[in-house]
C-alpha cells in the first residue's frame, strides 16, 4: 500500500562503541525508509533515568516517509538490531536507540505504538536536537512547538 509522504522525527541515541559513527550509519541506513533526512548535530548527554551508565550520544532526524507508522517502527527497530540493539532489560545500555517522536500530526495509541512519543516533551536530550532542525514543528496534543517545549523545560 502507498501513502502520501509523512514528515517525521526521530530521536536517535547510543552510549556503548562507537557513537558517532554509530548514529551517522544509523542515520544512513534510515534513509530507506525515510527521504530528505535532515541530522541535527550530535550532543553529549548524561544518563537520563536508566541508572549509572555510560553518557549518550543523542540526535535527531527529521524527514518524511510514505510507511505506515507501524511500519515505520518496525524499520527503525530492524536499523536497531543491525547496530546490535540488545535488551537485557528495560533501560539497559545500548548501541543504538531509535525512537519515533512524530509521524505528522498522527496522534496513535497502540499496543506497542504510541505517537507522539508519550515522554519526548520531558527530555532535553530529545528535544533539543530536534529544536534545531523542527523548532517550528508542532506537537499535535499540546499544539505547541518543539522550541516552546524546549523553553518550557528549561525554563526559558
Known amino acids: 500500500m502507498s501513502f502520501k509522504l509523512v514528515p517525521v522525527a526521530i530521536?536517535?541515541?547510543?552510549?556503548l562503541g562507537d557513537?558517532?559513527?554509530?548514529?551517522?550509519?544509523a542515520a544512513a541506513a534510515?534513509?530507506?525508509?525515510i527521504c530528505d533526512l535532515r541530522l541535527?548535530?550530535?550532543h553529549d548527554t548524561e544518563p537520563a533515568g536508566v541508572g549509572p551508565q555510560p553518557r549518550f550520544l543523542n540526535a535527531a532526524a527529521t524527514g518524511r516517509?510514505?510507511?505506515a507508522a507501524r511500519d515505520l517502527l518496525g524499520a527503525l527497530l530492524d536499523v536497531?538490531?543491525?547496530f546490535g540493539r540488545k535488551r537485557p532489560y528495560p533501560g539497559a545500555p545500548r548501541t543504538l536507540d531509535l525512537d519515533l517522536i512524530l509521524y505528522g500530526d498522527a496522534v496513535i495509541a497502540e499496543a506497542g505504538l504510541e505517537v507522539p512519543h508519550p515522554r519526548f516533551r520531558e527530555r532535553r536530550f530529545v528535544l533539543a536536537p530536534l529544536a534545531e532542525i523542527a523548532g517550528d514543528w508542532r506537537d499535535p496534543v499540546t499544539g505547541r512547538t518543539v522550541g516552546e517545549?524546549?523553553?518550557?523545560?528549561?525554563g526559558g
Not at 30 to 33: A, F, G, I, K
Open 40 to 42: 541535527s548535530t550530535f
Open 65 to 67: 516517509t510514505r510507511l
Open 30 to 33: 534510515l534513509q530507506r525508509s
Open 149 to 154: 517545549l524546549l523553553r518550557l523545560l528549561v
Open 80 to 82: 536497531e538490531r543491525r
Open 11 to 15: 530521536a536517535l541515541g547510543g552510549n
Open 19 to 25: 557513537r558517532e559513527r554509530t548514529l551517522r550509519d
